[in-house]
């Protein structure tokens, strides 16, 4: 599986501070995920 952060077809400028910095950009690409995959004894 692969993670993506979509924006629903709305523009985001990426050389601006408030949408190409800051909490929610930080939040949203840095989420860590751990996958436990079973494995026999």
Known sequence: MKR?????????DWMSREQ???HEFLHEATQVKNIWTP???
């Open 39 to 41: 494995t026999g004894e």
């Open 4 to 12: 993506t952060w979509v924006n629903y077809g709305l523009p985001r």
């Open 20 to 22: 190409g910095e800051g």
